[in-house]
């Protein structure tokens, strides 16, 4: 008997909203290498995050893969600039490094509404 499906955090949206509001995250995470959010949206795109840049570092280990991971990417996040970007600059930085490539600091609350803020960063 399979398991019962959890619902993770959906963000005020269905679930074809919270995938393209996460890969909006980790395109702007790629492209400023560090981005200020709420803390629950920074937990929530931290595992998504570590393994779009993990298929980055393998496509750099593993020439032979690198097209079809490439494609992969590109699929999720829509845009080939920061795919690029990812697969030429940062995955080759992290060729040594096994996982944890974020790191979440907390700000503190936001003026308007109290909510708890966050910036998650490449490190």
């Known amino acids: 008997m399979p398991a019962t499906p959890r619902r993770a955090r959906r963000f005020g949206g269905d679930a074809a909203h919270q995938r393209l509001m996460m890969a909006n ?4 995470l790629v492209a400023a290498e560090g981005i200020v959010t709420t803390e629950a949206k920074a937990k929530a795109l931290r ?8 298929k980055a570092k ?3 280990l593993d020439p032979d893969t690198r097209l079809h991971r490439h494609r992969q990417v590109v699929s999720y996040l829509g845009d080939k ?10 995955g080759p930085r992290y060729a040594d490094r096994n996982g944890g490539y974020t790191r979440i600091l907390k700000l503190g609350p936001r003026h ?12």
């Open 112 to 123: 308007g509404d109290n909510a708890p803020m966050a910036r998650i960063e490449l490190v």
């Open 47 to 54: 595992p998504i995050a570590e393994k779009v840049i993990t």
């Open 81 to 90: 600039e920061i795919a690029a970007k990812l697969f030429d600059e940062i």
């Open 58 to 60: 393998k496509a750099h």
């Open 25 to 28: 995250l980790v395109a702007s």
